[in-house]
């Protein structure tokens, strides 16, 4: 079975520095992994994804995050965080390979940036 | 491209009542999957439909169902409403070929009174 483990509900960073958002999967098969951000009353943005290509993933507005198959980690990283990154953010599991599609979120992380 | 388009985006009913949502995937896309979130459940998924059929479903009642149409459009149905039907509903479409991301619509906030 699919599961994924955020390991902070909340991060606090103050503006400039880097960010860390952890988060931990379980799968049978060889996962795609997903990274979103919902900022408030809006729906899930992609910010990057991993499937099976290079381990370290490049995304939107200067994220990446890096698969790490012996910790089945997939850690969210920015280094300069900026007030607009505040927002809550999504580790997302999907496991084709086993015949679906079907997306398994975390919990969140809620991210506030600190002027 | 015009993104996931989901409507209406506010909806207010009433226990015992039934709802449809309506989900207009990207231009293309043949996949469409809802998910529902709450702040106790947080995001599960309900399920998934591609080319009119139903491909996977999730842990939910029968109360909620769904359907695609021959465009790809989407709808949800939820008959006898219960006021824990209270949640945001999220629409995604994913292209349907090797590619397996998903893109979300802005959802529609149900509330159940």
């Known amino acids: 079975a699919q599961s994924v483990t955020q390991l902070d509900s909340h991060v606090s960073v103050s503006e400039g520095t880097p960010v860390l958002l952890r988060c931990n999967y379980s799968s049978s098969y060889s996962p795609s992994l997903f990274w979103y951000v919902q900022h408030p009353n809006k729906g899930l943005q992609l910010l990057l994804k991993y499937t099976s290509a290079a381990t370290l993933v490049k995304g939107i507005n200067g994220f990446e995050a890096e698969f790490k198959k012996s910790e089945t980690s997939f850690h969210l990283t920015k280094p300069s965080a900026h007030m607009s990154d505040a927002a809550e953010y999504f580790c997302v599991v999907s496991d084709p390979a086993s015949g679906t599609y079907k997306y398994i979120f975390g919990t969140g992380t809620r991210l506030k940036v600190l002027a | 491209k015009a993104g996931v388009t989901q409507t209406p985006r506010y909806l207010i009913k009433t226990r015992g009542q039934q709802v449809t949502l309506s989900c207009s995937p990207i231009?293309?896309?043949?996949?469409v999957s809802w998910y529902q979130q709450t702040p106790g459940q947080g995001l599960q998924f309900l399920f998934e439909y591609f080319s009119e059929t139903q491909r996977n479903k999730g842990n939910f009642p029968g109360r909620f169902s769904g359907r695609q149409f021959s465009n790809s459009r989407s709808e949800m149905n939820v008959s006898t409403l219960e006021l824990g039907d209270s949640a945001l509903y999220l629409c995604?479409?994913?292209?349907?070929?090797?590619?397996?991301?998903?893109?979300f619509g802005p959802g529609t906030r149900l509330t159940v009174t």
């Open positions: 995604a479409s994913r292209s349907g070929t090797s590619s397996y991301e998903q893109y």
């Open positions: 231009s293309g896309h043949r996949s």
